[in-house]
């Protein structure tokens, strides 16, 4: 009999597991934020609200490290940007995506590519 439902909960005998988990961490970077609120009949969101954003986050650890990158204007376009390496799971690679929130209800949705 398996517990699978508890295995999250077991402890793992794997000694690399041990190693790859010692610590994580991440540094984020808000690399700059425009925001207008309360803008009078805009139709757009009920908060009549409008922000250009640019974030970075770089998270790493004993399981590697990566890099994320989003640049979006609220409702209207979002663009991210990752880059990462994590030894023990062995996942290499980058992956760049897009999406257009407003728009997103009617059916159209971004797109996200790896390499």
């Not at 989003?70 to 991210?80: A, I, L």
């Not at 990752?82 to 797109?111: I, M, R, T």
């Amino acid at each position: 009999m398996e517990f699978q439902d508890c295995q999250s909960f077991l402890p793992r005998s794997d000694p690399l597991y041990s190693i790859a988990n010692a610590f994580t961490s991440n540094v984020g970077l808000n690399l700059g934020t425009v925001e207008v609120n309360g803008i009078p009949y805009y139709p757009i969101n009920e908060e009549g609200s409008i922000g250009v954003g640019h974030v970075v986050s770089v998270p790493f650890g004993t399981w590697g490290g990566g890099w994320a990158d989003n640049f979006g204007v609220r409702d209207y376009w979002s663009q991210t940007t990752e880059a990462g390496a994590n030894w023990y799971d062995g996942k290499y690679g980058y992956k760049f995506g897009w999406s257009v929130p407003l728009v997103q209800s009617l059916g159209v949705e971004g797109d996200t590519h790896a390499l």
